[in-house]
Every structure is written in structure tokens, then in C-alpha cells.
């Protein structure tokens, strides 16, 4: 039992910045990992950055490596998406997902809880 809430979307202009979070309840959330996904309409939701239990260990979609910054604070159980030199193929409905393992992972099966999204358009 996991609720996840995803803020920061926005409108913003190509070559601009966004900082997305991810408020989660539950004290277990400490030990899980945690990812972003997105999905554009018409697509599949697709990878975007993963981070494990302890903060340290990251991976991230090719499309944003350089550019996205994934993040995490278990004592105030949230984790960040800094998003810059965004692009308008960023654009996209973003997901905070959580899976109740603490190694990250990038496949999307092996998440266990989802946000409800969050809208980034990124105009040119």
C-alpha cells in the first residue's frame, strides 16, 4: 500500500527547466526504489530514470541522459526529477512509480505502484 503524487508539471520553453516530485506515503518507501516514466499520447510509456533505495545508484533513458536528474530524500519521502535543456519531444505525461525491491530497475513490470501523472509540455 503505496500512494504516490507526482507535482511540477508545467508549460515551458524549449531550452527551460522543470523540477518534478513525487510525495509518497508509507514508511516502507525508504527501502524501495523508485523510477519516472512518461507517456506521449499515441505511445507507449517508456523509461525516463530510476533510482535506488539508498539514493546512490541511478540509470536513465538515453533520450535524457545530461539533461534529467533523478533524486531522492527518504526522510521526506520524495524523489525529484530535475528536468533541463528540455526538449519538445520531452512532452509528455510523467509517472513516479515505486517497486518494492531497493535495486532500480527500467523495465516498467517491475514496478508495483503508480502516480496518476503529471502533464510537461515543452513548447518550441
Known amino acids: 500500500q503505496v500512494q504516490l503524487v507526482e507535482s511540477g508539471g508545467g508549460l515551458v520553453q524549449a531550452g527551460g527547466s522543470l523540477r518534478l516530485a513525487c510525495a509518497a506515503s508509507?514508511?516502507?518507501?525508504?527501502?524501495?526504489?523508485m523510477g519516472w516514466f512518461r507517456q506521449a499520447p499515441g505511445k507507449e510509456r517508456e523509461f525516463v530514470a530510476a533510482?535506488?533505495?539508498?539514493?546512490?545508484?541511478?540509470y536513465y533513458a538515453d533520450s535524457v541522459k545530461g539533461r534529467f536528474t533523478i533524486s531522492r530524500d527518504n526522510a521526506k519521502n520524495k524523489v525529484d526529477l530535475q528536468m533541463n535543456s528540455l526538449k519538445p519531444e520531452d512532452t509528455a505525461v510523467y509517472y513516479c512509480?515505486?517497486?518494492?525491491?531497493?535495486?532500480?530497475?527500467?523495465?516498467?513490470?517491475?514496478?508495483?505502484?503508480w502516480g496518476q501523472g503529471t502533464q510537461v509540455t515543452v513548447s518550441s
Open positions: 512509480a515505486s517497486r518494492q525491491n531497493p535495486i532500480a530497475a527500467r523495465n516498467l513490470d517491475e514496478y508495483d505502484y
Open positions: 508509507g514508511r516502507a518507501f525508504r527501502t524501495y526504489a
Open positions: 533510482v535506488d533505495w539508498r539514493g546512490v545508484s541511478t
